[in-house]
């Protein structure tokens, strides 16, 4: 089964607004997730990632929220620019297992 | 940051023929995945190493496929033979600690004709 999943293939946001990227997944055993993008060269690069001892952690205009009864997270970009354009990959892995598991991957679009 | 160099970017193969995708992991490094994508499909696990050892392999990982880091060079995947579903770009990845954040390389595109 789909254990992480993105709903929402792409996102369209304006110039300086909010961008809110979700996830949610199925394993409630789940106990680390993050947030990768996707750079033109194609390798995902870690932007965020968080612990389940936490629900929010915030690094400049990255916030992540985890929902742990609703098994959902997600990622909001405040400031949105035009370099934030790219595809937004999140990744969710449980303690004991070498793995993490991805989404499809949502592709944010920032329009100036 | 530190880098994760994938050889070659691309490699086309005749199917039946035998590859072997190279992965220079991030130096301090223990563990190493690699990961399969089709084209419009999302990124999944395939096998991660640990010790000299596989520790955790998907249904993905066929028999075909093998993984090796000999003496501390590279991490390599082989398939042998390819077939034309092997088709993919193939990530690689490393980490410190297990279930912990992750380097990727570009990737291998592999085009299985």
């Known amino acids: 089964g789909q254990q992480v999943k993105q709903s929402s293939p792409s996102l369209t946001v304006q110039e300086g607004g909010i961008s809110i990227l979700n996830c949610d997944y199925e394993n409630d055993m789940f106990d680390y997730f993050a947030w990768y993008k996707k750079y033109p060269d194609n390798s995902p690069t870690l932007l965020i990632s968080v612990r389940s001892n936490v629900d929010k952690r915030e690094d400049g205009r990255l916030t992540v929220f985890l929902n742990k009864s609703g098994k959902h997270f997600s990622l909001h970009i405040t400031a949105s620019q035009p370099e934030d354009t790219a595809v937004y990959l999140c990744a969710a892995g449980q303690g004991g297992s070498a793995k993490l598991i991805f989404g499809e991957g949502t592709k944010l679009t920032v329009s100036s | 940051g530190p880098k994760v160099l994938q050889i070659p970017s691309h490699q086309i193969i005749d199917m039946g023929q035998m590859v072997t995708l190279n992965c220079d992991p991030v130096?301090?490094?223990?563990?190493f995945y690699w990961y399969k994508q089709i084209l419009g499909q999302q990124m999944e696990f395939l096998v991660n190493?640990?010790?000299?050892?596989?520790?955790?392999k998907s249904k993905l990982f066929k028999d075909q496929f093998s993984v090796e880091r000999p003496d501390g060079s590279y991490f390599t995947l082989k398939i042998q033979p390819t077939a034309l579903e092997d088709s993919a770009v193939y990530f690689c990845?490393?980490?410190?600690?297990?279930?912990?954040?992750?380097?990727f390389g570009s990737g291998t595109r592999l085009l299985v004709i």
């Open positions: 190493f640990y010790n000299g050892k596989v520790m955790e």
């Open positions: 990845a490393s980490s410190f600690r297990d279930n912990s954040d992750y380097t």
């Open positions: 130096s301090n490094h223990l563990y």
